[in-house]
Each structure stands twice: as structure tokens, then as C-alpha cells.
């Protein structure tokens, strides 16, 4: 399995002649991001994750693409019918080839006194796990994490406090298209050093920039 980080929190998964694109947002330049998309995933409904229009476009240009969300985005979607499908928490889906567990409940808490929106977290192929905008576990390994490195409903604290709770073979920071080049050199210190922390390698990859994530 091929994994490219196309910008913020906005990856491909790509296997055999098959792809996968999780959290198109409008940081992510969505419209390309789903030019070859057999299939898309998203977690939730912040626009940093959900361009409603790029991802309308494609669907119009690809009759067969479809998408697998949480409860609000796929009432967002709803007139496009069967296309468009609703999972949660403990759900195991077939998705263009890939298998799917899905994790996670709830968004982190942005503010105290407003309710979390649904947040669906997605490990791919027992794979690649990604939480969204959430610091869920899921209850089977993770050998690749998609690390969330920077957000408003986060602590660096929290960050080390996941990844060695996850405890992944490695992680790949998303999540950081608010920072500047001074925030990310922070940011890949702290991802750094989590990594040591508990004897692995976790980085930050370039928009553009692809890892394989074979068999050890």
C-alpha cells in the first residue's frame, strides 16, 4: 500500500489499481485530491475535511465514486442517495477493495459549552489508522498512524500522550496546514520526540510526498 499526503489532514491510500482518499477539505485542494478517487472516506463535517462542493463535482464527473461518513455529512449528501454511506462506531465495511473498521464517536471538545459533532475514525486494512479530529484508540493494533500534529482542540501534551497510547510501528503527522514554517518546526520536534519516547520513527511528510507501507 502506497501512503500520500496530499495537505492538511488529507491523504491517498492506493493499492493495486485501487485509491482511496480520506478528508478532502478545503486546505487539501480537494478537487485534485479526487481526480482519481475510486473511493472516499471522510470523518467529519468541518470544512477542513469536507469540501460539500469539490466533492459534489467529482461525484457528478464519476458516476461510480461513493463515499463512507459520518451520520451529519451523509445527511449533508442525502439527494445523492446510495452513494452516499453512514457508518459508525464498531461498523466493518468493504470499501473499493479495502477493508474498513471504524472507530471513534465524538469530535474533540473545541468549547466546554457546545455539544461534539460526530467524529468517524478509519483503520484501513488493518493498516493505517486514521481518528480524524479525534484522539481515539481503536482496539486493535495500529502499525500506521495518522498523527493529528497541530489543532485548536489540542495540547502537545496530548499529542505525546496518543501516539504512546496508540503505540504505532510509525506515524505520519496531518493536521498541520495552520502552521507556519515556525509552528512546524516546532510541531516536528515534539513528533520527533515522541517518537522516541517509545523507539520509533514518527515524521511529518511533505504535501505530495509518499511512503510504502509494506509487510515487516
Not at 67 to 76: D, F
Request: aromatic share 6%; charged share 25%.
Amino acid at each position: 500500500m502506497r501512503l500520500t499526503k496530499l495537505g492538511h489532514a488529507c491523504v491517498r491510500l492506493q493499492k493495486d489499481d485501487r485509491t482511496l482518499v480520506i478528508d478532502p477539505g478545503a486546505f487539501s485542494g480537494a478537487a485534485e485530491a479526487l481526480a482519481a478517487a475510486d473511493a472516499v472516506l471522510i470523518t467529519h463535517e468541518h470544512f477542513d475535511h469536507f469540501d460539500a462542493d469539490a466533492l459534489r463535482k467529482a461525484m457528478a464527473e464519476d458516476p461510480a465514486l461513493e463515499v463512507w461518513t459520518s451520520r451529519v455529512v451523509a445527511e449533508n449528501l442525502a439527494d445523492l442517495g446510495g452513494r452516499v454511506h453512514q457508518v459508525g462506531h464498531g461498523d466493518a465495511v468493504t470499501v473499493a477493495g479495502f477493508e474498513i473498521h471504524v472507530y471513534g464517536r465524538e469530535h474533540e471538545i473545541l468549547r466546554p459549552d457546545v455539544p461534539p459533532i460526530p467524529n468517524t475514525g478509519f483503520l484501513v486494512d488493518g493498516e493505517v489508522f486514521h481518528p480524524g479530529d479525534a484522539l481515539t484508540v481503536p482496539d486493535e493494533p495500529v502499525r500506521t498512524l495518522c498523527l493529528p500534529g497541530n489543532a485548536p482542540w489540542m495540547k502537545i501534551p496530548e499529542l505525546y500522550d496518543y501516539s504512546a497510547e496508540v503505540n504505532p510501528e510509525r506515524a505520519f503527522v496531518i493536521h498541520d496546514g495552520l502552521l507556519n514554517d515556525i509552528g512546524l518546526n516546532v510541531m516536528n520536534t515534539h513528533v520527533g520526540a515522541a517518537g522516541e519516547r517509545i523507539g520509533r520513527e514518527f515524521r511529518r511528510l511533505a504535501p505530495g510526498e509518499s511512503v510504502e507501507l509494506g509487510a515487516a
